[in-house]
């Protein structure tokens, strides 16, 4: 049966400025300003525009590439947004983890158990299940009896008791989420997935951004110059999450109030590294506990961690960052993880 027309409209949307902007063809399409983004995003996310709008609104920044004020404008909607919470500071480092792992294990999550050891609070936030056939974050940390929290109030509590808590992305900022979703739909990612990792709902002081494509570094960077964000880190990470490939040099790209940095971390490993058939929890908790040694997930948390340290401490640099690392890996706390049932 052929879809029912659409209903005649005799006056223009109150969105269909801003899909015009993107839309007028190569020499007319212009990026958004950050109060135009601002402003878009909010009425999407109060659902004021159509469907058919907000589906060539994404495809149409997917195509144009966004800019770092459209981001930030994107950004700064959602945290209009968000549910509201009384947190703020109570994080150390803001964590953003939306990829899910693909080719490896989960191997940052032994980094941020060592973060939180070495006394940094680490909030971590993100979404599942909007690509098949990877393990996501959340799923990870509720299989190693990790802190997950279904709303603020736990995320409170856990951030004191633990040093580390993860909260989805639908239970602060659901609007969001629920566009996430759209992949499937669309056959490709659109720009929620770059944006979300800048949303920092905690406003830590320090913010870690992972990247799956490089020429997304900078315009991260550039938002979150825009957004007045004090630190910074942004870098390619194994699967798009934040984790060093211990197998390549990484491109850290830094910026601290409003000062841009960048450094080469140096890899670990010379050789190829094959790919697991399906990433997996059980192996990090075999290495944590010393059941079982595995020489890449060790390397890849020991530099994950290390690059963490470097935004955190900016006087280390990355020799210093990981015998510190190491140091925090020698003396961690075997039980921090239940043996397998």
Not at 113 to 140: S, W
Not at 176 to 183: A, G, P
Not at 259 to 288: G, H, K, M, Y
Request: proline letters at 6%; glycine letters at 8%; one cysteine or more.
């Amino acid at each position: 049966m052929a879809p029912a027309p659409l209903a005649a409209v005799t006056a223009e949307h109150p969105f269909a400025p801003f899909v015009r902007i993107l839309g007028k063809g190569k020499t007319g399409t212009r990026s958004l300003t950050f109060d135009e983004a601002r402003d878009a995003f909010a009425m999407i996310l109060r659902n004021e525009v159509e469907p058919l709008q907000l589906g060539a609104f994404l495809m149409l920044l997917r195509v144009k590439e966004e800019s770092g004020e459209e981001l930030a404008g994107f950004v700064a909607a959602c945290r209009d947004c968000m549910v509201p919470h009384d947190l703020a500071g109570k994080a150390d480092l803001d964590w953003s983890s939306y990829a899910g792992k693909k080719h490896q294990h989960p191997w940052y999550l032994l980094a941020i158990l060592l973060l939180a050891q070495a006394g940094y609070r680490v909030f971590i936030h993100g979404a599942g299940g909007h690509t098949a056939g990877r393990l996501y974050t959340e799923q990870a940390m509720a299989q190693l009896g990790l802190p997950v929290a279904a709303d603020w109030q736990q995320v409170g509590e856990q951030l004191n008791t633990a040093g580390l808590s993860y909260l989805s992305l639908q239970a602060f900022c659901p609007g969001l989420y629920n566009i996430m979703q759209f992949k499937p739909l669309l056959g490709l990612r659109s720009p929620v997935n770059t944006f979300a990792r800048m949303l920092n709902p905690l406003g830590a002081a320090a913010s870690i951004q992972s990247i799956f494509h490089p020429a997304y570094a900078a315009l991260h960077r550039d938002a979150d110059l825009l957004l007045g964000q004090p630190a910074s880190l942004v870098f390619k990470g194994d699967s798009g999450e934040i984790e060093i490939k211990p197998q390549a040099n990484t491109r850290l790209l830094f910026q601290r109030n409003g000062a841009a940095s960048e450094v080469a971390f140096e890899r670990a490993i010379d050789e190829r590294v094959t790919a697991v058939e399906q990433p997996d929890v059980e192996p990090l908790r075999a290495l944590w506990r010393d059941d079982a040694a595995d020489p890449y997930g060790e390397r890849a948390s020991l530099s994950t961690c290390a690059t963490a340290l470097l935004l955190l401490r900016p006087e280390l640099d990355q020799p210093a960052a990981l015998v510190e690392a190491r140091r925090l890996w020698t003396e961690r706390d075997r039980e921090r993880l239940p043996p397998c049932r």
